[in-house]
């Protein structure tokens, strides 16, 4: 049983950031890898990035490389995401989620989510 409740989403310009966080409980976060994804309206699904359960292996999607930094604090029970350069199609909701390896979050493999949040990107 694991809970993870994001914060941190809102609007922004184009070329500006944002910092997104994921607080678990119920479980020792320090025993999973976390990941976070998106989804915007008419779009399906799309990985963003992943982080293992200690921070060694991490992994980007394609469109965000370069731009966004995963990072997590496991003392605190909680999992970031900086957003820097934003741009209008980074506009979508964003969901934390969990699995046991970073790399099966890299695959579409999800085993919890948080109830995501939301962040709008203008032009």
């Known amino acids: 049983q694991v809970t993870l409740v994001e914060s941190g989403g809102g609007l922004v310009q184009a070329g500006g950031s944002l910092r997104l966080s994921c607080a678990a409980s119920?479980?020792?976060?320090?025993?999973?890898?976390m990941g976070w994804f998106r989804r915007a309206p008419g779009k399906e699904r799309e990985f963003v990035a992943s982080?293992?359960?200690?921070?060694?292996?991490?992994y980007y999607g394609d469109s965000v490389k370069g731009r966004f930094t995963i990072s997590r604090d496991n003392a605190k029970n909680t999992g970031f995401l900086q957003m820097n350069s934003l741009k209008p199609e980074d506009t979508a909701v964003y969901y934390c989620?969990?699995?046991?390896?970073?790399?099966?979050?890299?695959?579409?493999?999800?085993?919890?989510w948080g109830q995501g949040t939301q962040v709008t990107v203008s032009s």
């Open positions: 982080i293992g359960r200690s921070g060694g292996i991490i």
């Open positions: 119920g479980s020792t976060f320090s025993t999973y890898a």
């Open positions: 989620a969990t699995k046991e390896t970073a790399l099966r979050l890299m695959g579409g493999e999800v085993d919890y």
